[in-house]
């Protein structure tokens, strides 16, 4: 039957052939997550997304949410399908059970993500940021926080959100004006203007507790004077009772060119000087809390676009087998039959496009997570921080170059769909429309490619970025020797090593006087180190699945599944690579005309 | 002030600097065009899309278009526009005076096209189908068949359309089912179902005109078989006067992802067997009037991507200079000022992205319609010939390549907007959906690089592309004595040799037993001759800016623009070009892998 949302064999084929999470069972904290458990867990997920959450998606998108004297309606559907999600303890995958966790590795809830997000991303932005801000008060809460907090969030009674753009302060989080006065009872006062709060205001759950940043009466400009605060919509008494509601008010939700279903919201706090706030952490440390927290969201964006992504390669695969139109190009017969389109050149070049990419950034999401669960099971301090580096280093890759390249793989899955890709009775349109956001929020993509530019590529002293290189340079090696990946392998290795040799030359450009040249770069060089890391899981994927054809002993429909594999790697190392070394040259070439034109010369006046 | 839409400065400089038009009023044909009417044409035109159109096109995404019992209201502000837009005389603006048209260059139209589609190319359709449809008459009509219609449609009393698609016949027109039967009466009785009908039906107009693919009983399968017939919406008596209503029923419009303006209709011809039409032209030779009309139509539509791209550009700029938000990068001062975020590095290389694209369109779309001013100024058939070849050559470019780009512009537009980009308060987002659809109809974009590479490429052995080649090299040339711009000469020099080697090797491997391989790079290969032109654009303008520079004597806003022209060559050549070399290795590498797997190993069953 055909696949939607994600191809389960390619799932299976990463968790358990190409990262072989089972052998985290090993280890005591996930002793109770054997292959059997796994893929009783994927598969419930699926179930879920299929059955329950993906018919909501396209109610979300038409319905959208409605907003009324403060009140927002999330879409009527989205309320059974929450509370199943809720039932299923999906939204504290990773976390301990004390809190209402499962305790599952990262590398299988990615996977479970995989097709939550792909079902209707708008929806799971309300359980993913009651996560998110769960987290905050898990890792920074007093024990009196995590005991008023904590477990309604995790198991979902109670919603979460994240306070942190104003009209003014966007990229620029220090800019931000909301303040905080510290009252008698070690309460805080807040005032201020919050924008673009996902969920902020929902009609799904009984109390939503705002993490917010904000100033201090009297702390230091910029970031340095950032403090975190939990404010709760309804203020929650000493013995877990519920109050009266706090004086966080939504004053409106923003129309989008997407996640309809997904509330935007804006919320004025102490409108009437009655917000009241805890402190969460320490005083003027807001923005190391964010810090902590910003590889999770952003690994979890990354999800979102690729989701997307993969649903519109199941669908135009769907589709490009079963729509008939034109005839075979190499038929010279005019009277021959017409066929499915995906045997036209033009198309299988788009879904072979897209096949690469979506296997490529499936492998290195669910990598990311892997590298958490490695630290989880490790005790060595070592190897801790090599995965630590090994995940810094990666994920800017895995929001911005992933929500990139999501996007461009949307827009192909239109293209095959021809007229019916733009129109709304089919799905295609809509994936595109949602995808787009992701390379916006948890920090523009711009911003992802700075990060990765002037906080990662210099991580250790830049042994991380080295470690990443190294890494990949260990694929390369074990497919130099696998009978009919030689030639892939050699090919990847010299991008890779031009990777190396590009990433010396922007870091130093970085810290000379030519440094607005190198991060006029940085994009691009975001761009051509996700190509290398998208050919490294292609050739892992590639030399595993080689391996298993030579031992002969797949069955047929595996057969065609790992043959497919070492299809990816062939087309992405020979057909995008080449791209990859133009892409590598022009940074090398370090053209000033972006820094250097002046203000006047870009028109427009 | 800021401009908006287009950059009035810019066309003013392809218009009389890079293309001179002026000099066409030399010829009888255009003796009334000299540069003051020209530029009264292009404020007049500004004028209507700024005030008049522009405001409709937001009204017209959010109201959209009903559709009830057969009948379809376009949005109500539309009415209005259209109105001005026919006493403009706008509709038919380099069509003879004796049908209402005004006669001007295409080239000048362009420029006005330019303002009217980026003001809103949803309401755009209406007035550019009817003039589509309104051609074919001109072209193929009998003298009764242009007396009983033309003049209506040209001066927009009466609309028209394009009845070609059908369910099971969209990129395949040969596919389609509709049959025409004749009448005793010389008529034709049409029965048959056709989708995707722009304004096929409509509030606008008395009468609307449908030009129908059909097949005459009898007549061979495919292509071979196809005629082309006139079915009024309202039966027009020999008298001019209006008689019944036809029996062509619209039964339903698309809900879209953009252009939500215009009514994309279903229609049943004959539903009660009472659908006539008369033929146009000849019996079977449908299909060729269909490719007469297409540069037009293929032109079009690249002007409507490009005119997204153009006014979201002037939207980032104006937005990038007046948004504050961050600090300069290259500050260490923490307390520092918040700049405009144009002074950001990554917001300078896209909107340097931004500007050479759709610098290097403009001048390509005016150039291919200068090339149809000089076809109709010469009487020498060796010169027409050769502009004839150069637009059949330029024409998937125009087409393909500048709605891919254009797409990707618009794209960048809503990224430097951050948050703001996504959300429908601003104008970005609706660009980025208005400007999809480009890609799509009128042919697909993989239809275009077909066309580029099958049809094209071998024109007149090869000699069209040639010629094309042949006048980049003349740029070239010409730049390498420029002061400044030697080594831009030099850099599209080196890209332009390598566009011929890959032309000859992929026209080669077309004609081989890969022919397959061939077409799997089809679309790539319009890539590079589109980046190719786009040099060619930016370096001819590049040498005209940098003569006036030379001079010494241009005033103080134009100082800036010229340097600005040389800032978008240097770009282009020194940082995308190096990214074309890699897309063009890619080609000649020919690998197999999209073409040589089997449908099974793209997974997903």
């Known amino acids: 039957m055909a696949q939607v949302i994600a191809d389960r064999r390619d799932i299976d084929f990463v968790l358990h052939e190409q990262l072989q999470v089972e052998e985290l069972s090993k280890h005591e904290r996930f002793a109770d997550f054997n292959r059997k458990t796994i893929d009783m867990i994927v598969s419930e997920a699926r179930n879920l997304a299929i059955k329950e959450i993906f018919p909501t998606w396209k109610l979300g998108d038409e319905e959208g949410c409605r907003f009324e004297n403060g009140k927002v309606a999330v879409p009527e559907s989205f309320h059974k399908a929450y509370e199943l999600f809720r ?155 519920l109050g009266e509601f706090n004086d966080a008010v939504c004053t409106g939700i923003e129309e989008k060119m ?98 690469s990419y979506v296997e490529g950034m499936r492998s290195l999401l669910y990598y990311v997570g892997f590298c958490e669960d490695c630290i989880r099971i490790s005790n060595d301090a070592d190897v801790k ?48 429309r949602d995808c787009r956001i992701t390379m ?11 990060d990765l530019l002037a906080r990662k590529l210099g991580l250790n002293k830049g ?19 696998i009978s009919g990946l030689e030639s892939l392998a050699t090919g990847a290795e ?6 190396g040799e590009v990433a010396l030359h922007i870091g130093k450009t970085a810290g000379s006087e030519k440094m607005l040249n190198a991060f006029a770069f940085a994009h691009p060089f975001m761009e051509v180190t996700g190509d290398a890391v998208m050919a490294w899981m292609l050739l892992w994927r590639a030399a595993v699945a080689a391996r298993k054809l030579a031992e002969g002993k797949s069955k047929k429909g595996d057969t065609a599944f790992y043959e497919g594999q070492v299809k990816s790697a062939q087309f992405f190392i020979n057909t995008i690579l080449p791209v990859t070394v133009g892409k590598i040259a ?11 034109i002046s203000e006047d010369a870009f028109g427009g006046k």
């Open 494 to 499: 010299k991008t890779v090593s031009k990777l």
């Open 258 to 355: 997407g996640i309809h279903g997904n509330a935007t919201c804006s919320l004025t706090l102490g409108g009437k000087g009655k917000c009241r706030g805890t402190l969460l952490g320490q005083e003027n440390k807001g923005m190391q809390a964010m810090f902590v927290m910003m590889n999770e969201a952003r690994l979890l964006v990354g999800m979102q676009g690729f989701s997307c992504a993969s649903a519109s390669y199941m669908n135009a695969l769907n589709y490009a087998r079963t729509r008939i139109q034109g005839k075979a190009l190499v038929s010279s017969d005019k009277d021959a039959p017409s066929v499915p389109i995906i045997q036209h050149p033009d198309v299988r070049r788009q879904l072979m496009l897209m096949k």
């Open 385 to 432: 921080a090599r995965y630590q580096g090994m995940i810094d280093v990666l994920i800017p890759v895995a929001k911005g170059y992933v929500s990139d390249r999501a996007f461009e793989i949307c827009s192909h899955g239109v293209q095959i769909y021809g007229g019916y890709g733009y129109i709304k009775e089919y799905p295609q349109e809509q994936l595109l």
């Open 87 to 241: 039932e299923g303890e999906w939204i504290a995958m990773c976390d301990p059970a004390e809190w209402g966790g499962q305790g599952m590795p990262s590398s299988v809830a990615q996977a479970a993500g995989n097709y939550f997000n792909g079902a209707n991303c708008a929806f799971m932005m309300y359980p993913a940021l009651s996560h998110g801000a769960g987290r905050l008060v898990e890792v920074f809460g007093t024990d009196k926080q995590k005991k008023l907090f904590l477990k309604n969030m995790y198991t979902g009674k109670w919603g979460g959100t994240m306070l942190l753009t104003e009209p003014e302060a966007g990229s620029d989080v220090g800019a931000l004006t909301t303040t905080a006065v510290r009252n008698e009872d070690g309460t805080y006062s807040i005032t201020g203007n919050k924008i673009f709060i996902s969920g902020g205001e929902n009609d799904l759950v009984e109390n939503i507790i705002h993490p917010v940043l904000a100033r201090i009466e009297g702390a230091p400009p910029g970031t340095r004077g950032i403090s975190l605060f939990l404010v709760p919509k309804i203020w929650v008494n000493d013995d877990g009772s």
């Open 440 to 450: 916006i929020y948890e920090g523009t993509n711009g911003i992802q490619a700075m």
């Open 586 to 596: 022009a940074i090398l070439a370090n053209d000033g005309a972006a820094v250097e």
């Open 463 to 481: 042994q991380a970025f080295k470690n990443l290189l190294g890494e990949i340079g260990k694929t390369i090696e074990d497919a130099k020797n």
